[in-house]
């Protein structure tokens, strides 16, 4: 067994650097919770397009030392049930729970401002790292953290244990929150929403913070904070730019198939005025899912090769395909929703304004609506009702 405690010190100077870690009792924490107790079976490390198993047992103990406190996240599950003890070989798959790079997590967690006595409620425990610098912090009595899968749920509890926190850890929808212990003084996710359930504000008290990152594009989304009011609303700003995995109950159904059939009927064509390769930059990709909530990137390659981007909101039924002539680029639409005339008038406004960045975003949550908007320009601001 290797004695961590060098490599813990080392993570959090290498946080401190990084101005991530400010707080000293953050700082203990990190010191004291050992990142290994959290990654049994193993993990899932990058190998090309596959994913190579490493697990503790099968590892030498300094190697493992080394890859727990490596500056990365660490995937442990793939599909929703494959963990690294159950395949030899290097395997294809997409991660559904990991232990988050701990420069988000303390990022994240510093930025909560949690003060003694604080009952706070996580959703994703994941790992259980996470929860454990948080009962580290505040005590286990304090922390409630929600995890869907129940077999990720019981390997956190049992490293939880391990590490001597009996929390409250619940297997369920953290959309829902957990009701039976609130009220929270503090809502943090450590998985991406397509919007903060009213379900988290409702039972977060007056004054309290929810902290979440919101969108469903990758490298497209935002971190939230928000502050509850007495009033039942809540009212913030993004933050930073944040990505995680999207909760799984709102997780975006991968557009397949035959794309061709989707864009059949088109209602109209025109040039477009701004380039749509733009939306594979954050701020924009970030813009385009405020002004069209709903709306998928899809990228994909002809039969010849050629590339293919399209916006489909398969919910309204609506497209727009895009087609490359040179650098000019033409539009078909179709659909009862102009998706590219939507996202379009966006994007030209936010150039207008001088392409703020993602922190100038500020969003207001209501039981009936999200508001979200940049300044004072009605074109950036975007209201999202819960129908
Ligand atoms: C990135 S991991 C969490 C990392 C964790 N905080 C850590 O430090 O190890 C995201 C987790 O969220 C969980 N999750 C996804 N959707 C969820 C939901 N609706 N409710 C609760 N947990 C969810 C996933 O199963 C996954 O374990």
Redesign the pocket.
């Known amino acids: 067994m290797t004695d961590t405690a060098p490599h813990r010190r080392a993570l959090a100077a290498r946080l401190t650097t990084a101005g991530v870690l400010t707080t000293p009792a953050w700082r203990a924490a990190v010191q004291a919770i050992p990142r290994e107790n ?1 990654l049994n079976p193993g993990v899932f490390l990058p190998d090309g397009s596959r994913w190579r198993p490493v697990t503790a047992t099968g590892s030498d103990p300094a190697e493992w030392a080394e890859i727990a406190y490596s500056d990365e ?1 660490l995937t442990t ?1 793939l599909d929703g049930h494959l963990t690294a003890d159950q395949t030899a070989e290097p395997v294809a798959g997409y991660p ?5 790079t701990p420069v988000t ?1 303390l990022d994240m967690i510093e930025r909560l401002e949690v003060q003694d006595g604080h009952q706070v409620l ?10 454990a610098l948080m009962c580290h912090r505040l005590g286990e009595d304090n922390v409630t953290t ?4 129940p077999g ?1 749920a019981a390997r956190a509890d049992a490293a939880l244990e391990t590490t001597g926190f009996s929390t409250w850890t619940v297997t ?4 829902l929150g957990h009701p039976r212990r609130a009220p929270y003084d503090r809502v943090i996710a ?2 991406a929403v397509s919007r903060i359930p009213y379900t988290w504000i409702r039972q977060t008290r007056p004054g309290g913070i929810v902290l979440a990152t919101v969108g469903s594009w990758g490298y497209g989304t935002g971190l939230a904070k928000v502050v509850v009011s007495d009033h039942g609303t809540a009212e913030g700003r993004i933050v930073d730019r944040s990505s ?7 997780a975006v159904v991968p557009i397949a198939g035959d794309l061709s059939a989707r864009t059949a009927y088109p209602d109209s064509e025109r040039p477009a005025k701004v380039r749509p390769t733009i939306l594979g930059e954050w701020m924009p990709a970030f813009i385009a899912q405020l002004a069209a909530p709903g709306a998928q990137l899809v990228r994909a390659r002809a039969d010849d090769g050629e590339q293919l981007l399209y916006v489909f909101d398969p919910a309204r039924e609506s497209f727009a395909e895009f087609i490359a002539e040179g650098e000019a680029w033409t539009v078909r639409q179709g659909g009862p929703v102009a998706l590219w005339d939507v996202i379009e008038r966006a994007l030209l406004a936010w150039k207008d304004a001088g392409s703020p960045d993602i922190t100038t975003v500020q969003v207001r949550i209501t039981e009936r609506a999200h508001t979200y908007w940049i300044g004072d320009n009605p074109e950036l601001r975007w209201e999202h009702r819960i129908v």
């Open positions: 959290f996240s599950q559904t729970s990991s232990s988050t997590v996580e959703i994703g425990t994941g790992t259980g790292y996470s929860s929600v995890e869907v899968d990720v369920g929808d953290g959309l450590t998985c995680f995995m999207q909760a799984r109950s709102q």
